[in-house]
């Protein structure tokens, strides 16, 4: 099993990463959840290691975009632009968190053997 870290900085946020199981997971309809109000992230830790991994991305990316403010009326540039250094930051911020998608990246996981 991953161990997710406690915490990640999200711009100026710091949000609390909880493990959930699978059965929390299928009552709230989804794998993972992140609340910008709540500056909290819920990761079912009960998937395959790539599919937690892709899942706690995911999150973080919901979360980079509450940052920025993102509305259906940005274009994809002005997102792009916006979403980079928060992205850069979002590993920047949180080693643990880029030590785990390393770790995971140099493990094999995913690669066809």
Not at 62 to 70: D, E, K, N, P, S
Request: charge should be negative; hydrophobic fraction near 40%; include cysteine.
């Amino acid at each position: 099993m991953i161990e997710l870290p406690k915490r990640i900085k999200i711009g100026h946020v710091k949000v609390d990463v909880h493990a959930i199981d699978q059965k929390e997971a299928d009552s709230i309809g989804a794998d993972g959840l992140f609340s910008y109000r709540h500056a909290s992230m819920r990761i079912n830790a009960d998937q395959h290691p790539s599919q937690v991994i892709e899942t706690l991305l995911h999150e973080c990316l919901h979360g980079l975009w509450a940052v920025a403010a993102f509305n259906a009326k940005d274009e994809e540039e002005d997102q792009v632009t916006r979403l980079a250094p928060l992205l850069l930051a979002l590993l920047a911020d949180n080693p643990d968190l880029f030590d785990l998608l390393d770790d995971y990246c140099n493990s094999g996981f995913g690669k066809d053997e």
